[in-house]
């Protein structure tokens, strides 16, 4: 079983949908949760932290579950320019602190 | 502006030549990472250096060659023994304390023909 898990898409969804994407992770222990953004052939970017308590930046909401070891992004009002490919990042302690990448799910949102 | 910076952008290199990816930071970031992501694929970690004129294996080395003689310089050799090396090179930071908040350079698209 991979360490991160996430189903690579596309999710083609229209202006204004709300979409949600879901994130497993193999690892108990594991300790800091994100989503980074990544658009075509550029680098990725931090786009949130992810809480236990969940947390929200505008449109953007993400939440762990840890009882299951899942986290989500939910994107409230999809606009053209959300579409990219989200990474989710998952990090534990061990020697130094290993953080580990997922494949990435695509995000088509389609005028 | 602070940032992380990689060159070239685009690489192109006969099979069997060595190549060294530049990369260089000035957010006086101690911790640097060098990454190669190729298509359906995460990120997988080369080398990492969490200080000055130390580095560490990551999960697939073999092949690469790092050196850290300068805080802000992470500069990557792939070698000819590197079996696959056309992929997508990125290379990232961290702030003090912290490995999880990356910050990642631009990248480099080295094709080898």
């Known amino acids: 079983r991979k360490e991160v898990e996430q189903d690579p898409g596309p999710f083609n969804v229209p202006e204004g949908a709300t979409v949600a994407f879901n994130c497993t992770y193999s690892?108990?222990?594991?300790?800091?949760f994100f989503w980074y953004r990544q658009d075509c052939r550029k680098e990725p970017k931090l786009l949130m932290s992810v809480y236990s308590s969940g947390n929200e930046d505008g449109r953007f909401t993400a939440q762990l579950n840890r009882a299951s070891q899942y986290i989500s992004l939910l994107i409230r009002d999809s606009k053209l320019s959300d579409s990219a490919t989200y990474l989710c990042?998952?990090?534990?302690?061990?020697?130094?602190?290993?953080?580990?990448f997922g494949t990435g799910t695509k995000l088509q949102v389609i005028p | 502006d602070g940032g992380i910076t990689q060159s070239p952008k685009y690489l192109f290199r006969k099979e069997g030549q060595n190549v060294t990816l530049s990369c260089e930071q000035n957010?006086?970031?101690?911790?640097m990472y060098w990454y190669r992501q190729d298509p359906g694929q995460g990120l997988r970690l080369i080398y990492y250096s969490q200080i000055v004129n130390d580095f560490q294996k990551g999960d697939i080395a073999e092949g690469y060659s790092v050196s850290r003689e300068k805080k802000e310089s992470f500069p990557l050799t792939v070698t000819s023994a590197q079996k696959n090396p056309t992929a997508f090179y990125l290379c990232?930071?961290?702030?003090?304390?912290?490995?999880?908040?990356?910050?990642f350079g631009p990248g480099t698209r080295l094709t080898v023909l």
């Open positions: 957010l006086n970031h101690d911790a």
């Open positions: 990232a930071s961290s702030p003090p304390g912290t490995a999880d908040t990356q910050y």
């Open positions: 690892n108990s222990a594991s300790q800091s």
């Open positions: 990042v998952v990090s534990h302690s061990g020697g130094y602190q290993k953080v580990t």
